[in-house]
């Protein structure tokens, strides 16, 4: 992934994000924390974290 692409995702997110309040990010994180996680390519495929 080029460097000016990466950047242009990390600010994509971060400004979906930032229009969250703290506690729908929180709400939006605990319900799908699985979901979440493995989007982001931080749990194995056994569910454990990598």
Request: aromatic content about 8%; hydrophobic content about 40%; some cysteine.
């Given at each position: ?44 495929t ?5």
């Amino acid at each position: 992934m080029s460097v000016e692409l990466k950047d242009n995702l990390q600010q994509a997110i971060y400004a979906h994000f930032s229009k969250l309040t703290n506690t729908e990010v929180k709400a939006l994180i605990e319900k799908n924390h699985y979901d979440f996680c493995e989007s982001l390519g931080v749990l194995s495929t056994e569910g454990k974290a990598a």
